[in-house]
Nanobody, 125 residues
């Protein structure tokens, strides 16, 4: 059974940090491109970060550049998203997604065939 399992969300104050985790179960992380998506209340799901399975390339959505960092631990089959300097507009459900190939742009949900269940991040004072 192929699964992506997220954890690490929570309720934090503006300026705080969180680390989200995405565990790949049933397949080898090194064979996958991984992205994190966010869906804010009343908005469409948007791609916020991406990690390529080859060459170490990463991408970030403009609003999170310099604040969020995506990383991989191949030995643990885990992908992390470090969220720093959180803002209220970062609130949403964060999901990790995996793709095997490069069809569509990295922030297009159609690229991904495996999805986690999501973890809620709420930034509020």
């Amino acid at each position: 059974q192929v699964q992506l399992v997220e954890s690490g969300g929570g309720l934090v104050q503006p300026g705080d940090s969180l680390r989200l985790s995405c565990e790949a179960v049933g397949f080898t992380l090194g064979s996958l491109n991984i992205a994190w998506f966010r869906q804010a209340p009343g908005k469409e799901r948007e791609g916020i970060s991406y990690s390529s399975k080859t060459d170490g390339i990463t991408f970030y959505e403009d609003s999170v550049k310099g604040r969020f960092t995506i990383s991989r631990d191949e030995a643990q089959n885990m992908v992390y998203l470090q969220l720093d300097s959180l803002k209220p507009e970062d609130t949403g459900v964060y999901s990790c997604a995996a793709s095997l190939d490069g069809r569509y742009t990295w922030y297009d949900p159609r690229r991904y065939i495996y999805w986690g269940q999501g973890t809620q991040v709420t930034v509020s004072s």
